[in-house]
């Protein structure tokens, strides 16, 4: 498996418009963040975990180039937006995509993209091409690669991460139920949501993050959804061994 980060960014991303502070104005590559996306590629299936709103940019930057699969996390702007540009991916390759994810967000992401469904739109290459499949809570299959759903709270909202033979990828979170825990037993890599220092009502701060990712024991985390009160270099540095900060660009291996 390989794992590639696209985005490790907040919903503003990093840096933020109109803002002066040192990680917004900062010069190193890893302090700038997209909104949060990852790309598998797991026993010949090529995987995207969601559509941020630089889907666009995040495949040109990483020359990535063809996907098969979208597994949604939830229906929150910052996690489906980019959702019209696969129409590339159609024209380039001649096939539909495939799109997962469980009934509340697959019917959300109908609204919002209804043109993509509506019967009268003209279905030339001018809207993407995909195929809806509404998941239940229990393990599934694509192709060979069999695929865990984790749920879990986004503040009043319910989040699923996904756990795909030893990775686990688990963004927008502020608690994780216990039998959750039990699914995540043996995970070599993990991709947890980890904000920002201070508390906040619907995301782990750093002090929760490093909580559950001590309770899950996986050989490397990795945080992710960061925001622009956090530098690279410096918080990084302070992390306990095992833990570090994902940045876009981070290419992992299993």
Known sequence: MKITVLGSGTSQGVPIIGCKCPTCISNNPKDKRL?????????????????????????????????????????HVDHIMGLDD??????????????????????????????????DTYKGGGIPNIQTHILKYEPFKISRVEIIPIEYDHGPSKVWGYLINDFAYMTDCSSIPEKEFEKLAGVKVLI???????????????????????KIKAEKTYFTHITHDILHDEDNAKLPEGIELSYDGLVIEL
């Open 35 to 75: 909104r949060v996306s990852v790309f598998l590629e797991v026993d010949g299936l090529k995987l995207l975990i969601d559509t941020s709103p630089d889907f666009r940019q995040q495949m040109l930057s990483n020359n990535i180039y063809d996907i098969d699969v979208v597994l949604y996390t939830h229906h």
């Open 86 to 119: 696969i129409r590339q991916i159609n024209q380039l390759h001649k096939k539909s995509v495939d799109i997962y994810g469980n009934e509340a967000t697959i019917n959300y992401i109908k609204k919002t993209f209804s043109y993509v469904f509506d019967a």
């Open 192 to 214: 947890l949501d980890g904000l920002r220092y201070r508390p906040h009502p619907t995301h782990f701060s750093f002090t929760q993050a490093i909580v559950a990712a001590q």
